[in-house]
Nanobody, 124 residues
Framework: QVQLVESGGGLVQAGGSLRLSCAVSGGTFSNYAMGWFRQAPGKEREFVAAVSWDGMRTLYADSAKGRFSISRDNAKKAVYLEMNSLKPEDTAVYYC?????????????????WGQGTQVTVSS
C-alpha cells in the first residue's frame, strides 16, 4: 500500500552536514504526520524528529534540537531531515516513517509504515 524510501545518507566528518530525503509512494500522504527515527547497533530505535501533516508543527528529540531540521513537501510526497553539526554519536541507520495520526509524536507504535533506512556515519 505505502512504500517509503530513504536516501542521502553517507560518511561525513564530525561537524559536517547531511540532508536525508524520504520519498513516499502509494496511498495518501498529505493528511499524515511523518517522522524520522534512528537505530545504532545494539541499541533500541529512537525518535529523532516529527512533522505534522501540514508542516506547521515539529517535534525534536533533545539530541537533535538546534542541529536538525525536519520539513515536508506534500506536492512531492517527500520528507526531509537536514542534519548540521553532526557528531559521532549521530551514527546510525535513519528511518523514515508515516504516522497513523495527523500530528507526530515520539512513540514508535503510532507509526504504521517504515522505510528500509539509510546509513549515516560520522567520523571522529
Amino acid at each position: 500500500q505505502v512504500q517509503l524510501v530513504e536516501s542521502g545518507g553517507g560518511l561525513v566528518q564530525a561537524g559536517g552536514s547531511l540532508r536525508l530525503s524520504c520519498a513516499v509512494s502509494g496511498g495518501t500522504f498529505s493528511n499524515y504526520a511523518m517522522g524520522w527515527f534512528r537505530q545504532a547497533p545494539g541499541k533500541e530505535r529512537e525518535f529523532v524528529a516529527a512533522v505534522s501533516w501540514d508542516g506547521m508543527r515539529t517535534l525534536y528529540a533533545d539530541s537533535a534540537k538546534g542541529r536538525f531540521s525536519i520539513s515536508r513537501d506534500n506536492a512531492k510526497k517527500a520528507v526531509y531531515l537536514e542534519m548540521n553539526s553532526l557528531k559521532p554519536e549521530d551514527t546510525a541507520v535513519y528511518y523514515c516513517a508515516r504516522s497513523q495520526k495527523n500530528s507526530g509524536s515520539l512513540f514508535l507504535d503510532e507509526y504504521d509504515y517504515w522505510g528500509q533506512g539509510t546509513q549515516v556515519t560520522v567520523s571522529s
